[in-house]
Nanobody, 123 residues
Framework: QVQLVESGGGLVQAGDSLRLSCAASGRTFSSYVMGWFRQAPGKGREFVAAISWSGGRTYYADSVKGRFTISRDNANVYLQMNSLKPEDTAVYYC??????????????????WGQGTQNTVSS
């Protein structure tokens, strides 16, 4: 198991940028695929991005491709969000998995989750 704590959420305007951080603890962090999900009010948890254990491969939902960038270092995972849109408003969650990428990821693939951080984008 890995413990995850997100930070960096906030209220911004459309077109602005925001960077989320996820601090991970646990000896096996480097062996996990790390991901970001988001959940808007009244909707299910949606895959946003993921990064392989080595950082060499990244995966994105079509809705954020070209605007968001996921990265990681020895103890953190980051989500750089540019050109934000009102539809990006959601609670963003960091998560860990050892599942292989098969075209997309689902929330059920991830066993460890952070508490979430709210991002609100005003128009």
């Amino acid at each position: 198991q890995v413990q995850l704590v997100e930070s960096g959420g906030g209220l911004v305007q459309a077109g602005d940028s925001l960077r989320l951080s996820c601090a991970a603890s646990g000896r096996t962090f480097s062996s996990y695929v790390m991901g970001w999900f988001r959940q808007a009010p009244g909707k299910g948890r949606e895959f946003v991005a993921a990064i392989s254990w080595s950082g060499g491969r990244t995966y994105y939902a079509d809705s954020v491709k070209g605007r968001f960038t996921i990265s990681r270092d020895n103890a953190n995972v980051y989500l750089q969000m540019n050109s934000l849109k009102p539809e990006d408003t959601a609670v963003y969650y960091c998560a860990a998995t050892d599942a292989y990428y098969r075209g997309t990821y689902y929330a059920a693939d991830f066993g460890s989750w952070g508490q979430g951080t709210q991002n609100t984008v005003s128009s």
